[in-house]
């Protein structure tokens, strides 16, 4: 079973006094009612989600499900997977305002979306959520990689008796 860990993010933007590029973990992003979580493929964007989700007592849908008409319920926050898998087809429609608009339309007062860093257009992609009054401040923050403390904590869950030295033979 794998284990997940409060991973730690870096802060883009800068809302409520938290500065651009403080570190916090994802359990402290619970703070915040509306965040982007950016990060390079493979990264582990989809996995932190989840944890997020599973804190807040909710599931993960793919932004694509959630644009076809799936609804989880609006008593939790909104755990949304996949922005630039769903604007991958090549559409000229700006898909960042419909999904603005059917939060908005659903009355979603918490979200969380997630987005490869490469693909994420900035002010391009945070202003329809603040032009459609779903929010004055976007919280974006980028996953930043796995530290030793992390690793070991994998490990661990993995049945690794001593990750510490494992990690050492690794970097040797």
């Given at each position: 079973k794998k284990k997940q860990i409060n991973r730690r993010v870096a802060t883009i933007t800068e809302i409520d006094g938290v500065k651009k590029y403080s570190i916090l973990t994802l359990e402290e992003l619970r703070a915040y009612p509306h965040i982007?979580?950016?990060g390079e493929p493979g990264?582990?964007?989809?996995t932190a989600l989840d944890y997020m989700a599973k804190i807040s007592g909710a599931n993960v849908i793919k932004v694509r499900t959630?644009?076809?008409?799936?609804f989880p319920d609006q008593e939790f926050p909104l755990f949304l997977d996949a922005l630039d898998e769903f604007r991958s087809?090549?559409?000229t429609?700006?898909?960042t305002y419909e999904l603005a608009r059917l939060i908005k339309e659903r009355k979603y007062s918490q979200w969380r979306l997630t987005c490869r860093a490469e693909d994420w257009r900035n002010t391009a992609d945070t202003s329809p959520f603040i032009e459609m009054g779903i929010s004055e401040n976007v919280l974006v923050v980028q996953l930043l990689p796995i530290n030793?403390?992390?690793a070991c904590l994998i490990l661990?869950?993995?049945?690794?008796?001593s990750p510490d030295e494992f990690l050492e033979q690794a970097r040797n």
């Open positions: 982007v979580l950016l990264i582990g964007k989809s959630f644009m076809h008409g799936m087809d090549g559409s429609i700006d898909k030793h403390e992390e661990e869950s993995r049945g690794e008796i």
